[in-house]
């Protein structure tokens, strides 16, 4: 079984900075790409960004210029870095990745979340 865990989230207020981390472990065959989703109170879950194994990175246009992905491979670990956040970042940011889990093929794996709060 491979879990994820994400920390970093946290009270900042508008225009600050955060940084969340997200660690894989467990039986690790292989990690393909990693993710972070958001999911405010009362809105459906959505996509903040995405990165490859390869390090590609693709971002949700509203969030481009203000968020960044990153990832240590020998780490099993994705990385999003938040800058001048607002108030309507407050969420949860969830970690997904897509694991192999050998004859089962790849399998989509989520974190419990983290809670970032934005303040006026």
């Known amino acids: 079984q491979v879990q994820l865990v994400e920390s970093g989230g946290g009270l900042v207020q508008a225009g600050g900075s955060l940084r969340l981390s997200c660690a894989a472990s467990g039986r690790i065959l292989g990690i393909n790409a990693m993710g972070w989703y958001r999911q405010a109170p009362g809105k459906e879950r959505e996509l903040v960004a995405t990165?490859?194994?390869?390090?590609?990175?693709q971002y949700a246009e509203y969030l481009k210029g203000r968020v960044t992905i990153s990832r240590d491979n020998a780490k099993n670990t994705v990385y999003l870095q938040m800058n001048s956040l607002k108030p309507e970042d407050t969420a949860v940011y969830y970690c997904s990745a897509i694991s192999y889990a050998g004859p089962q093929g790849y399998v989509e794996l989520w974190g419990q979340g983290t809670l970032v709060t934005v303040s006026s």
């Open positions: 990165i490859t194994g390869g390090g590609t990175a």
